[in-house]
Structure formats: C-alpha cells, structure tokens
C-alpha cells in the first residue's frame, strides 16, 4: 500500500526538481545539467504512467486510513480532474 502511495508522488517530485534543474542550467548555460534536468523530465514522465493506472487502488487504499476524509479525497479527485 505504502509503494502505491510513494509511487504517486515520484512523478510530481521529479517534475518539479527537474524544472528548478532546467532553468538554473539555462542560466549557467551548462550543458551538462541541461541533459540531466531533460533526464529527470523524462523520468517524471515515464513515472507518471503506472501512477495513472493505479490511482484507483491507492484512493481505495487511503480511503478507510484514520485521518484520510471524504472531503480530502474528494479534493484530490477534482485536482485529478483539472487538466
């Protein structure tokens, strides 16, 4: 259950280290960094795929969790959602 949970936010976190990656690397114009941000995008990407087929299970795991709401789940569904 904790593998599903962790797996959700691998890609999120990837995205976000590889973008603060990419414009530093912009900045300093150094090429290496700019290949492993388009590293850690990709990743990010790849990761998102399993994310994306098991988002049912994890819901259904957190559901009857002490401390996990209704409400809470219900927010993360509409963020889902949003694109």
Do not use: D
Not at 7 to 25: E, F, Q, W
Not at 35 to 54: D, E, H, N, Q, R
Not at 57 to 71: D, H, K, Q, R, W
């Amino acid at each position: 259950m904790l593998k599903c949970i962790a797996l959700t936010h691998v890609p999120v976190i990837l995205s976000i280290v590889g973008l603060i990656m990419l414009v530093v690397a912009f900045f300093i114009k150094n090429t290496t960094l700019t290949k492993t941000s388009y590293i850690l995008l990709f990743a990010a990407g790849v990761a998102a795929i399993p994310v994306f087929f098991t988002g049912g299970g994890t819901e259904e795991a957190i559901e009857n969790l002490p401390g996990v709401s209704e409400a809470v789940i219900e927010s993360m569904r509409k963020w889902q959602n949003w694109q």
